[in-house]
């Protein structure tokens, strides 16, 4: 049967999907919702505005550069594949090419930004967006920019995502409407052989986004395809307490884990257990975050050097390989998603932790997003030396988290709590709630993490009683004092209680205030708790890195930490190094985009030269970890002081040879070939005068007879003293 609707036909089937969003859309729920779990309940952007600091400006920067690209632009593939009239200008990268499609999560995102700032332009944007997307949908329910786009799951994910902040943040419940059409299609057309790891499609984070389309709907389908994509061996896992690098529980050999995504899809688990609410759920998560902060988590919270997830004992080896250390905007999103789940099922604080170290040393030391969609994707924490950048690459995934992750700042800061308040995040904000009939207005006034000292202040329309809770960081260097200005003056005592709150009950009346000191202390933060070597050293939750010619790790004294540092005045955490002036410690966040700074200190840094501080000729690319280049002729050179260098770089099945020179004379020809793709090499150069060098290495036309090219890549120096 087929019946005529507008200007095209549609199955009968379609009709029924038609329906149960529209009576979605009205309100109707087709089944019983859960009972809530959650013991705390953040405020979902309602009544909350971030006011002030770091982590608004960033809010602002991220909402200018997404408002700016054009609708046109962004509609073009979708207009183009269904024969629509299509202006605009390609985007390119990975918007063109429909790679890991970021539409969904710029709905998201715009959907997000305008909960969170009220701005009607980010409204109005994605309105104009889920219009236009809407036109385009094919009759079957197809839905995708191209008719080759390279991961279905990933895209259909992030698109129910999109769909449903539509409807949740922007009032737009007929977004329910297409969320039902494009379902259609992906329960027919989406593999689900589920290949354990499979990260080519991500499709383990499929039940999340879904189980939220089922509470916000109450449609059945929602819940029956979300469980279909539960990530359950892996999971299981954790929820056993068993090791994921023991033995893959499909009997496969290959055991890489794709960070983000795999941290990303434990969020699946904590919305499986909000609707089903299977306890094994909540020990997936539970377990989950005690290992990855035992075992995954740099000093910064981040995780996952070259996207990997890796036994604890390879982290020093890639934290020195790498400058891809932490997938920042994309980890950040997965790190808020998760512990804001943990935090509201547990009622622990102890998990804002997690959050507020990627605040200040991830999404909040973000450099801004070039007009070409290049987003700060990687940073790197490499101890012989690393500069901020944007990839190379436009319209990554990252750029589809981004705006998401920024924005959720300001559901992250507080918490509603049966009998009052919770504050998790130090943060300039407001938050506007109704307390047992009485109006209530928390303003929390800082300039932490540069300061101590957190301000709150509150405004009732009436004495009302309840409690008001502060999160006790794991970073406090002595006992929070507190003191209520117009009560007694003097400090009181904060009840300190088995979840790390940190609380005060009484009558609250209007004007009330609360100024809270939280003392901090440098501290070292080693990567390894049996090894003081590499750490990061951090100020309260902030890690703080080094401007320095070479890593200044052997000119601190480690024991008595706080010694080294001399105060610049007028800026806040910014600091000399007492013994060498020249070096400079201030926040990762105020590092600024190409300058160059040392945030691990690795007593193997000194006299490294990273790839990035040579200096080339011709067509050499970065691709992160070493320069390479196939064009003859083309040169790298680098200076060091020693009496013989190591040079270092990688063998590749498409390398060729090259010359190396040291100051002028030629000392030798390396063939960096080898029938297997990137492996580590080093060639050493010894017997000099004592002094400072310079080697140059060029590229020449030669190469082995069984490579497939003559490329050579350079990856850095070590002086040999």
């Known amino acids: ?64 550069d997404y408002l700016r690209i054009p609708n046109d632009d962004l509609l073009l593939g979708f207009r183009r594949r269904a024969g629509l009239p299509a ?28 909960a969170a700032t009220g701005d009607p332009a980010c409204k109005a944007k994605a309105d104009a967006l889920l219009d236009g997307w809407a036109k385009c949908i094919a009759i079957n329910g197809y839905f995708y920019y191209t008719n080759h786009p390279n991961a279905l799951h990933y895209i259909y994910e992030k698109m129910v995502g999109g769909l449903v902040d539509m ?72 929820a056993n307490k068993q090791s994921i690098f023991a033995k893959r529980p499909d009997g496969g050999q290959t055991m890489r884990y794709h960070a983000y995504s795999h941290v990303n899809t434990l969020s699946g688990a904590a919305m499986a257990y909000r609707v089903n609410g299977d306890s094994w759920y909540l020990d997936t998560i539970k377990n989950a975050y005690d290992y990855l902060q035992a075992n995954e988590c740099f000093a910064t919270g981040g995780f996952g050097p070259d996207e990997a997830l890796v036994p604890k004992q390879q982290l020093e080896q890639m934290l020195r390989d790498t400058s891809s250390t932490f997938e920042t905007q994309c980890g950040t999103w997965a790190v808020f998603k998760l512990c804001k789940s943990l935090i509201g099922l547990t009622g622990d604080a102890k998990y804002g932790d997690w959050i507020e170290r990627v605040c200040y040393n991830g999404i909040g030391a973000t450099i801004p997003m070039s007009p070409a969609g290049n987003v700060f994707y990687y940073s790197s924490y490499n101890p012989y030396g690393a500069v901020k950048a944007n990839i190379g690459e436009g319209w990554t995934c990252c750029t589809g988290t981004r705006p998401m992750a920024i924005a959720d700042v300001c559901d992250l800061i507080y918490f509603r709590a049966p009998d009052g308040l919770d504050v998790n995040l130090f943060v300039p904000s407001v938050a506007r709630f109704k307390f047992k009939g009485s109006n209530v207005v928390v303003t929390q006034q800082t300039r932490f993490p540069e300061s101590t000292s957190v301000s709150v202040m509150l405004s009732l329309d009436r004495p009302t009683e309840f409690t008001l809770r502060f999160r006790k960081p794991s970073w406090l260097a002595g006992a929070v004092t507190v003191v209520t200005p117009g009560r007694n003056g003097r400090p009181e005592a ?44 951090a100020f309260g939750p902030t890690v703080l890195a080094f401007r320095a010619e070479d890593s200044p ?15 610049v005045p007028g800026e806040d955490l910014t600091y000399h190094l007492k013994n060498d002036p020249d070096v400079l410690a201030r926040p990762f966040y105020d590092f600024k985009e190409g300058e160059m700074y040392y945030l691990y200190l690795d007593n193997q840094a000194p006299g490294h030269v990273p790839h990035h501080k040579l200096r080339t000729n ?63 090499q080093h060639w050493d150069f010894i017997g000099l005068s004592q002094g400072k060098h310079v080697l140059r290495v060029t590229v020449l036309p030669d190469k082995s007879p069984k490579s497939t090219n003559v490329y050579i890549n350079v990856a850095g120096l070590e002086a040999i003293k």
Request: charged content about 25%.
């Open 87 to 114: 202006p605009g200008h390609e985007l390119g990268g990975w918007y063109s090419n429909d790679v890991f499609h970021v539409f969904g999560q710029i709905l998201s995102g715009l959907s997000r930004m305008y």
């Open 167 to 238: 409807a949740v943040y922007t009032g737009r419940r007929d977004a329910l409407v297409q969320l039902a059409r494009i379902t259609r299609w992906a329960e027919t057309h989406l593999d689900r052989r589920n290949p354990y790891s499979y990260s080519q499609t991500e499709w383990y984070t499929l039940s999340e986004n879904l189980y939220r389309a089922y509470l916000i709907s109450g449609d059945e389908r929602y819940k029956k395809f979300a469980k279909v994509w539960e990530y359950t061996p892996y999971w299981k896992q954790y």
């Open 618 to 680: 011709g067509p050499w690319q970065d691709s992160g970890k070493h320069w390479f280049c196939n064009t003859p002729g083309s040169w790298c050179e680098g200076s060091f002081t020693g009496t013989g260098v190591r040079l270092l770089g990688y063998l590749y099945e498409d390398a060729g040879h090259a010359e190396v020179k040291i100051d002028d004379k030629v000392v030798g020809i390396i063939d960096e070939y080898n029938p297997k793709r990137d492996v580590p």
């Open 553 to 567: 790790a052997n000119r601190i004294d480690y024991a008595n930490l706080a010694s080294n540092f001399v105060p």
């Open 1 to 64: 049967m087929k019946l005529k609707l507008g200007n095209g036909s549609w199955e009968k089937t379609e009709l029924n999907y038609l329906l149960a969003g529209l009576l979605a859309v009205s309100g109707f729920r087709a089944g019983t919702v859960p009972p809530e779990r959650r013991v705390l309940l953040p405020f979902d952007y309602v009544g909350v505005r971030v006011t002030d600091g770091l982590l608004r400006r960033q809010l602002d920067q991220a909402k200018d």
């Open 494 to 537: 904060l009840q300190d209680d088995a979840k790390n709150w940190l609380s005060i009950r009484r009558q609250w009346n209007d004007g009330d205030r609360v100024e809270l000191n939280l003392p901090m202390e440098f501290r070292s933060a080693p990567l390894y708790s049996d090894k003081s070597n590499p750490t990061a050293i």
